[in-house]
């Protein structure tokens, strides 16, 4: 069984910055993919980041993108979202989840394995 386990969520001004991370344990954790999703208070949960394990290759949605960065430590197990130039409207419980094998898209959350218990974030204005 593979666990996840995320931190670094907070309260924090708009334009402020936070970095989370994801930790994975396990017998045997072997990833395809880790990604990022949130939801915030009577939303859907939503994409927001995911990396390939092995190429590096990351994604992100349109409303996170040149603010957020996703990277991977691979001797870690650890999986990191920093998070820059906040907004309010990025509120939410942030999840780290983890993709086995090859998947030909990593925005839907349907396609992922395992899930952290979620980190809040909290932008204030």
């Known amino acids: 069984q593979v666990q996840l386990v995320e931190s670094g969520g907070g309260l924090v001004q708009a334009g402020g910055s936070l970095r989370l991370s994801c930790a994975a344990s396990?017998?045997?954790?072997?990833?395809?993919?880790m990604g990022w999703f949130r939801q915030a208070p009577g939303k859907e949960r939503e994409f927001v980041a995911a990396?390939?394990?092995?190429?590096?290759?990351?994604y992100y949605a349109n409303s996170v993108k040149g603010r957020f960065t996703i990277s991977r430590d691979n001797a870690k197990n650890t999986v990191y979202l920093q998070m820059n130039s906040l907004k309010p409207e990025d509120t939410a419980v942030y999840y780290c989840?983890?993709?086995?094998?090859?998947?030909?898209?990593?925005?839907?959350?349907?396609?992922?394995?395992?899930w952290g218990q979620g980190t809040q974030v909290t932008g204030s204005s």
């Open positions: 989840a983890a993709r086995r094998g090859y998947a030909s898209t990593l925005t839907l959350g349907q396609n992922y394995d395992y």
């Open positions: 396990g017998r045997t954790f072997s990833a395809y993919a």
């Open positions: 990396i390939k394990w092995t190429t590096s290759g990351t």
